[in-house]
């Protein structure tokens, strides 16, 4: 990847002279360039539909499974969806080397769009369609914010993505947080389909935002301009990619122990909420009141902090810190969260901690996970990444969830479950170890600066 450098690029959040006012306007949040403010501003635009998208259908799919299928076919539907991306991920790499970068997003998201329109459909026909389509929401939801960010990976160079990446998480974490608000108001007026409706409308508007992202970028005339029409060559699938390649394999490694380490967490924050409400109150009225503030609470100030933390944070991290030594913030808090819970601590200690894990998740973790695949080839970018993200993630769910279906089976306290949350959160932050030292051995191969 040839990348070159001015005085500017090399600038940071350096000296604003001769910077236009939109540049100096996103200052706080990047470092964006004059000639990048287009392209930027639309991928951002783009993340941001597709989360709030994304967040309609979550809302409309949480009415539809329980008032089908029972909040315990919820915990069933990860393995059937792991299931399933093992056919359909290597579908999805065959694809790709077919069709070029744009045509594989349009076509891919036309394909998840045409799928709602079909669910709208049934529903109207009276149809239960609720177990598939969460099934087909947690499909969905991998496959399709994975290869947006597979795009805004083969879009930029290592030097651009480091300073522009966290803008476009901006575009994430505030279309899941207006998205779920605006949800919440739809579907007690409306109910499900009207936020089906509203999805599919909204998959539409992101692929016009893809072709014109990358009109402009070959208008730049960047270096990745050519990329635009190139299509991916073939060979290996994407899990051939992992097994063959040992960053690769990192990266999958540290999306799985994630995955089972914040879903632990999870879990376990659940059982210290249910004892803490009933402590408060033998009245099952008053202790159903209890949970649902303590959790309305918990998300409201995990989606404020998480969005703060990427308005103001993870630019700066990347700045002073570098990717490689970023990925160690989120192990380090999470094994300090799981540490603490083995001691039985206060309640308010555990629920600052879940706020602490979750939001730098969202924000710093996120951006970081996606800033991983800067130095690697386009057809990694595309096919390995929806093998990692979509799969491996999935498989987390199905290998978390055996852990507390053994743990409930042979009655683990909450401290024995936070003893195997720290031991899976060491394994993350030795996964994080090898993959900085990674990043160290290309920057030396390459010449350029660590990521």
């Not at 795009?151 to 279309?175: C, H, M």
């Not at 692929?207 to 208008?219: E, F, M, Q």
């Not at 192990?331 to 819970?341: C, K």
């Amino acid at each position: 990847m040839n990348e070159s450098s001015t005085p500017a690029d090399q600038s940071g959040f350096g000296s604003k002279a001769g910077r236009g006012i939109v540049t100096r306007l996103l200052s706080p949040i990047a470092d964006v360039h004059d000639d990048e403010v287009l392209s930027a501003l639309l991928m951002t635009l783009t993340m941001f539909l597709l989360l709030a998208g994304y967040y309609l259908l979550k809302t409309a799919r949480e009415q539809l499974i329980l008032s089908e299928g029972g909040a315990e076919v919820k915990s069933y539907s990860s393995a059937g969806q792991a299931l399933l991306l093992l056919f359909i991920v290597p579908a999805y790499g065959a694809f790709a080397s077919k069709v070029n970068r744009v045509q594989l997003i349009q076509w891919v998201t036309l394909f998840f769009a045409s799928n709602l329109a079909l669910f709208v459909v049934a529903i109207s026909a009276g149809l239960r369609v609720g177990i598939v389509y969460f099934i087909w929401v947690g499909i969905f939801n991998v496959m399709v914010i994975a290869q947006l960010w597979a795009f805004a990976n083969d879009l930029y160079t290592e030097e651009q993505g480091k300073r522009l990446f966290p803008l476009i998480g901006v575009g994430s974490s505030l279309g899941a947080w207006l998205g779920s608000l605006r949800a919440g108001m739809l579907v007690e007026s409306f109910g499900p389909s009207r936020l089906l409706v509203g999805g599919a409308g909204i998959l539409l508007i992101c692929v016009a935002l893809t072709r014109i992202v990358d009109r402009v970028s070959a208008h730049a005339g960047s270096s990745q301009a050519a990329r635009s029409s190139a299509k991916l060559e073939g060979g290996k699938s994407g899990f051939g990619m992992i097994l063959s390649d040992r960053y690769l394999m990192l990266i999958a490694g540290l999306t799985l122990l994630l995955n089972v380490v914040n879903t632990t967490g999870e879990y376990l924050f659940g059982r210290y909420v249910v004892l803490a409400a009933e402590r408060a109150s033998s009245d099952p009225a008053v202790r159903q009141a209890f949970i649902g503030e303590t959790y309305s609470s918990f998300f409201s100030y995990v989606n404020f902090t998480g969005f703060a933390l990427q308005m103001f944070v993870v630019s700066r991290v990347f700045k002073f810190l570098g990717v490689g030594r970023a990925l160690f913030i989120h192990p380090i808090v999470a094994l300090s969260g799981y540490l603490m819970m083995i001691g039985a601590p206060s309640f308010q200690a555990i629920r600052w901690l879940k706020i602490a894990d979750n939001s730098l998740d969202y924000s710093l973790g996120n951006t970081t996970k996606q800033a991983l695949w800067l130095p690697t080839s386009r057809e990694a970018k595309y096919k390995a990444k929806q093998a990692v993200d979509s799969f491996c993630q999935r498989a987390g769910d199905v290998l978390q969830a055996g852990i507390v279906y053994i743990g409930e089976l042979v009655r683990i306290p909450a401290g024995g479950f936070a003893i195997i949350g720290a031991v899976f959160a060491f394994g993350w932050l030795s996964v994080a170890y090898g993959l900085r030292r990674k990043l160290a051995e290309h920057a030396r191969e390459t010449g350029r600066k660590e990521l």
